[in-house]
């Protein structure tokens, strides 16, 4: 069975930096595009990132934009979120996400596998 695990969230103040991974296993996302989105409380789940399957293409929020850098090593099945100058208004859960296709895509209905979520709490 295919599954998604985050790990690398916590509690940092304002200014930190966090990188999150997401490890795949059950059968290999090489050939997928991925995803990273986060879910603030009261909030709707949002796109953060993602990354074609071969990483030479990535789409980013605009609210991340030059701070958050997605990366992928498909030979570990994984892939990573750098997050730098990390604000209060990062705090969410952050979830990983898989595509049954190649190619980026920044909306929750285009992905198919989800992972459980890791928080990350970051104080002012």
């Known amino acids: 069975q295919e599954q998604l695990a985050e790990s690398g969230g916590g509690l940092l103040q304002a200014g930190g930096s966090l990188k999150l991974s997401c490890a795949a296993s059950?059968?290999?996302?090489?050939?997928?595009?991925m995803g990273w989105f986060r879910q603030a409380p009261g909030k709707e789940r949002e796109f953060v990132a993602a990354?074609?399957?071969?990483?030479?293409?990535?789409s980013y929020a605009d609210s991340v934009k030059g701070r958050f850098t997605i990366s992928r090593d498909n030979a570990r099945n994984t892939v990573y979120l750098q997050m730098n100058s990390l604000e209060p208004e990062d705090t969410a859960v952050y979830y990983c996400?898989?595509?049954?296709?190649?190619?980026?895509?920044?909306?929750?209905?285009?992905?198919?596998?989800w992972g459980q979520g890791t928080q990350v709490t970051v104080s002012s």
């Open positions: 996400a898989a595509r049954r296709g190649t190619q980026v895509r920044t909306t929750l209905r285009d992905y198919d596998y």
């Open positions: 059950g059968r290999s996302f090489s050939a997928n595009a």
């Open positions: 990354i074609s399957w071969t990483g030479s293409t990535t």
